[in-house]
């Protein structure tokens, strides 16, 4: 990328921002007595250790997670679920009604939400039809405000990963940052972005422990990027933003079943082969979006007013068809084959 500068970017406040330092970043060893954090010495109410502040930056776990992934520990940033992630970006590097962010849509939900939150404007420069980056659109509508850039793939609502060409082309040509949001790169047959991080400085890779790994209910999601940049989120963040609770079984979880994980894949990509084939024998079906995921896109004839029946047969998909570029689409989470089954006989009966 082009002259590309941390400092700059940054917002000014946030850039010499004192963080707030807890009991447990002034001391973290073992002590005889810890009378330092105000905690009820007797234990919890419930007899467990919940009485002690957890580690802020969640070391030993964050020790498994860089492994598993293959990222040093200090380039990784542990949050609950991605979306604090997202908010942690925004937070950085736009000042509140001055700063944007490029978004393209039809794309995931959060980045507008959360930009909105923070009072940040986003300017859309919309997919195309099958759904990649406009690029030469999106290098037009950069000016000195645009902070940000952010590109899920495989994208969510599609279901498709973006061409690595264009995420390079604008990872090599935009000093901002360029957030690559990967939730469903388990899925994917592609390598993961992470592996670019030694090249580009101006490069974020989110991911999550929500969808492959079925973690969703612990709330775990993962950046990844410089450690300069790892170094601002971790300013920023709340100081005990994941609780010992999660921590403790999430890195027993990544210790012990990490490979049921890949099971998990094989399985869904097996039932989601299955899927696209039921539903291409269905009259009403008019296309099936290819997918890089755990979900597939469906253009439908009269999407809404089959969501609506099958929403009264019990099954409840996503209504994407009033979204941009998806008019009349369902997207589909894949499920057991049972579940497959259920949906196929009523969208056939509708
Ligand atoms: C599901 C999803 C996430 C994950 O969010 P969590 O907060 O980690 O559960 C992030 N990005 C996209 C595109 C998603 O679809």
Redesign the pocket.
């Known amino acids: 990328m082009k002259n590309f500068s941390l400092s700059t970017l940054l917002r000014e406040n946030i850039k010499n921002i004192r963080p707030y330092s807890t009991a447990r970043d002034e001391y973290s060893g073992v002590a005889l007595v810890n009378l330092d954090a105000n905690e009820n010495p007797f234990g919890a109410v419930d007899g467990s250790a919940n009485n002690r502040y957890p580690d802020p930056y969640q070391t030993p776990l964050k020790q498994v997670v860089a492994q598993i992934k293959g990222v040093p520990a200090n380039q990784i940033f542990l ?8 908010d942690l970006i925004f937070k950085a590097f736009c000042n509140p009604g001055v700063d944007t962010a490029i978004i393209c849509p039809p ?2 939900g ?1 980045y507008s939400v959360s930009a909105d939150i923070n009072d940040i404007r986003c300017v859309s420069i919309s997919l195309t039809e099958d759904f990649q980056l406009q690029t030469e659109k999106i290098m037009q509508a950069i000016d000195e405000h645009t902070k940000l850039i952010w590109i ?1 793939s495989p ?2 609502p599609s279901g498709n990963l973006i061409k690595r060409a264009d995420i390079e082309h604008i990872l090599n040509n935009f000093s901002g940052m360029v957030i690559v ?1 990967e ?2 790169i388990d899925f994917a047959d592609e390598p993961s972005w992470t592996l670019s991080l030694a090249q580009y400085p101006n490069l974020i890779v ?6 492959a790994w079925g973690l ?1 209910n612990i ?3 993962i950046m990844f990027a410089s450690k300069e940049v790892i170094a601002v989120i971790n300013k920023i963040k709340l100081p005990y933003n994941l609780n010992g609770i999660v921590q403790t079984l999430a890195q027993e979880i990544l210790e012990q079943h990490a490979s049921i994980k890949d099971i998990f894949v094989r399985d869904i990509l097996h039932e989601r082969a299955w899927l696209v084939e039921q539903l291409q024998q269905i009259k009403t079906v008019q296309k099936i979006y290819p997918s890089d995921a755990n979900f597939v896109l469906v253009k439908i004839n009269d999407a809404h007013a089959l969501y609506l029946y099958l929403v009264a047969n019990g099954i409840i998909v996503r209504d994407r068809s009033k979204i941009e570029l998806c008019e009349d689409c369902l997207r589909i989470t894949i499920g057991t084959h049972e579940e497959n089954v259920l949906l196929v006989e009523k969208i056939k009966a509708f």
């Open positions: 949050g609950n679920g991605s979306d604090e992630g997202i794309t995931y959060m899920c994208n969510n949001d939730a469903y989110l991911q999550t422990f929500s969808k969703a709330r775990l999601g």
